[in-house]
């Protein structure tokens, strides 16, 4: 057994030491080259984990030529009377270097399997970078964190090679386990050396059981130990350390709901509405004269400040109409995108393919990514513009955003969430607000409850929630009903044409679904390889597309080659018939189109083109038939057809028992003729 456990004591306390510093510059250098994308990025990486696989004593080595008397930095060190080789300050540097690649590369890796729409979802509700990393990505990879330090202890505990050559082996000072264990093993004390073995043997047990332990033990990866974490960020968004506190004030909200109705309606127009003149941010407003139905409750437990109050119609300082103007091009591997639209206050729905350019349209506007050239001005700011070197970040565009998952902070309670963008609000009016939009969004009791404990409809709308809590000059939604079940969506649905009835500000509304573009937006803009093919009303758009392109964009299902035969009728070739028609036809005529619910049956000779048909194969919902026909004689299988037709099921219970053929009318008002 060893005499003197000197060394046992100088290596927990140099082990410590290295450790918070490794720890410290492993998570800051960790977060840097999340960022960066430079051309040394892997350079940049090769050096910083040069330590884990570079022999220790070549690492000692570099050091003693680093820091050596001989060396600039050592001469200017030696200047001031600093001089760390062969001191305890020699021994906490080398294990610092040799322990910090294991906690920079596994905070690293922990930060690159995190979503990236969380930082960007960040941003856009203003949060600045210091903000995230220690509010976001510090809380969502502690896992990581905590891994790394454990490593790094080990490995700075377990150091010999650097640490002898720039410490050496001063008893009391720089002698670690390590040192001792050589020492003795090299005087023949071997009972010593084993015994120093195996305290370190037991010492590295106990660390990887904790890591083992840890790792099962530890709530889901993306969740803090919620108790301590939720009072954590209810005072940092509150101002208060209380728990559970949006849980009881809903159930006085439903009681006051029965006696005066759901106030809901009430709530979203006062929220939708209640801008600052200026239009960035909210204006604290009486909580309870903005919402007659919200409970005393409530007012008495988030009291909202008593002096300030919206501006009325009549105020001096109205904003200004909305208007969004955007003249952008980015190119980027393999895709161009080329755009020049502007637009009001009424919502503008972009409909496209996949990889037509709608979201990357939707990243620049918000900032999040940058266009080559061209300019973005939005109420007469200028958000970007390549010519005179502007590129406002987006935490200052004041845009809120809906993405396609959602992109909830997963640590983060549903009122939290809500609260994050409320930075501008005194924190005892953020509750009140928080309680406000829950109610509006029928959540109402679920403030409390974290992400994965909600529905898919219910994450939505905390979403868009917190999205509209910034109070936007422009609201930007990816997709926002793409991953919900259709009773679901239809409800949402309902409740965001609500919503957006009453904002104020630029809606752009991203969609594959013309019904839900149609439903919800006044105006759409067709895009396909980053190209604008069409721009207009949504009536306009859906019963003349211009093109080919928007009109399947817009769901038509029957197309043919077409030329002109007169001023009143064409060729559909495809069809082998001849057609009038009661549009204007184009000099240039390429195609006709007719939407499949737009073919009648009819009795021959009753009205224009009509032709008889035959059925070739059918395809059924449970409302729904679709027929796929072929013009003047029989089909020679399932995929000789020229049309489809679209009827409801009662009608085609009373089709289907007639005999072929079936006549079929063409409506001239129907057909869509375009261009080349």
């Known amino acids: 057994m060893p005499d003197d456990l000197t060394p046992l004591w100088i290596s927990l306390k140099t082990a410590s030491v290295a450790t918070v510093l490794a720890t410290c510059l492993g998570i800051l250098a960790a977060g840097w080259m999340l960022s960066y994308r430079g051309r040394a990025r892997g350079l940049i990486d090769g050096v910083l984990t040069l330590p884990l696989v570079l022999p220790p004593t070549v690492v000692g080595f570099l050091l003693l030529l680093l820091l050596g008397k001989n060396s600039p930095i050592g001469q200017a060190l030696n200047y001031l009377g600093v001089s760390p080789i062969f001191t305890w300050t020699a021994a906490v540097m080398a294990a610092t270097v040799v322990a910090f690649p294991l906690v920079y590369k596994t905070v690293l890796s922990a930060l690159e399997q995190l979503d990236s729409t969380l930082i960007s979802s960040a941003r856009t509700l203003g949060a600045s970078d210091w903000r995230i990393f220690w509010q976001i990505l510090l809380p969502l990879v502690w896992p990581g964190i905590l891994a790394g330090m454990i490593l790094a202890f080990a490995r700075a505990l377990g150091e010999f090679g650097a640490t002898l050559m720039v410490g050496g082996s001063i008893s009391g000072v720089t002698q670690t386990i390590p040192i001792a264990i050589f ?7 071997m009972g010593v050396a084993l015994a120093w073995v195996v305290l370190m043997v037991l010492i590295s047990l106990v660390v990887i059981t904790g890591i083992h332990q840890g790792s099962r033990n530890a709530l889901p990866r993306t969740v803090l130990p919620q108790a301590g974490a939720q009072r954590l960020f209810n005072w940092i968004y509150f101002g208060t350390l209380k728990v559970n506190q949006f849980g009881l004030i809903p159930a006085v909200l439903t009681q006051q709901r029965r006696r005066l109705g759901h106030p809901s309606a009430q709530t979203t127009r006062a929220l939708a509405r209640s801008r600052s003149p200026n239009g960035r941010g909210r204006v604290p407003v009486d909580t309870a004269a903005r919402e007659p139905g919200l409970p005393q409750l409530a007012v008495e437990a988030f009291p909202a400040p008593q002096t300030m109050t919206t501006p009325s119609s009549n105020s001096p300082t109205q904003p200004q109409a909305a208007e969004l103007v955007v003249q952008i091009e980015r190119q980027v591997p393999g895709f161009d995108l080329d755009l020049q639209f502007r637009t009001d206050q009424q919502p503008l729905g972009l409909l496209g393919a996949s990889g037509s350019g709608k979201t990357m349209t939707l990243r620049c506007i918000a900032g999040l990514d940058t266009p080559s050239q061209g300019r973005i001005v939005l109420n007469g700011r200028v958000l970007f513009d390549s010519h005179k070197r502007i590129n406002l970040p987006s935490c200052d565009r004041n845009v809120g955003i809906v993405f396609q998952n959602y992109a909830l902070f997963p640590h983060l309670t549903v009122a939290q969430n809500i609260a994050f963008g409320m930075a501008a609000i005194p924190k005892p009016q953020r509750a009140a607000d928080v309680v406000q939009y829950l109610d509006m969004m029928d959540l109402s009791g ?73 439903r919800i937006c006044t105006n759409l803009l067709v895009l396909a390889n980053g190209r604008i093919l069409a721009n207009g009303t949504k009536e306009a758009i859906f019963q003349r597309p211009p093109s080919i392109e928007v009109a399947k964009v817009s769901e038509c299902k029957n197309f043919s080659r077409a030329r002109r035969v007169d001023d009143t009728h064409i060729e559909a070739i495809d069809w082998t018939c001849q057609l009038a028609v009661q549009a204007p036809i184009p000099a240039d005529l390429a195609y006709v189109g007719l939407r499949a619910h737009h073919i009648q049956f009819v009795f021959p000779g009753e009205q224009p083109n009509t032709f008889p048909s035959w059925l070739a194969i059918l395809t059924e919902t449970q409302h729904r038939v679709t027929l796929y026909l072929k013009l003047h004689g029989q089909p020679s299988g399932p995929h000789d057809y020229h049309l489809q037709a679209e009827v409801y099921r009662e009608k085609w219970d009373r089709l289907r028992h007639s005999p072929f053929p079936w006549y079929i009318c063409l409506d001239p008002a129907r057909l869509i003729v375009m261009p080349e």
């Not at 020492?183 to 004390?189: I, L, N, P, Y």
């Open 183 to 189: 020492f003795a093993a090299e005087a023949g004390r």
């Open 446 to 518: 679920l403030g409390d409850r974290y992400p994965h404990q909600l529905s898919g409809g219910q994450q939505q709308r905390v979403a868009l929630a917190r999205a509209l809590a910034i109070q936007p000059d422009m609201l930007l939604l990816d997709e926002p009903l793409s991953a919900l079940d259709t009773y679901l969506r239809s409800h949402v649905e309902k409740l965001l044409v609500e919503v957006l009835s009453e904002y104020r500000g630029i809606t752009l509304f991203i969609t594959h679904k013309l019904e839900e573009a149609y």
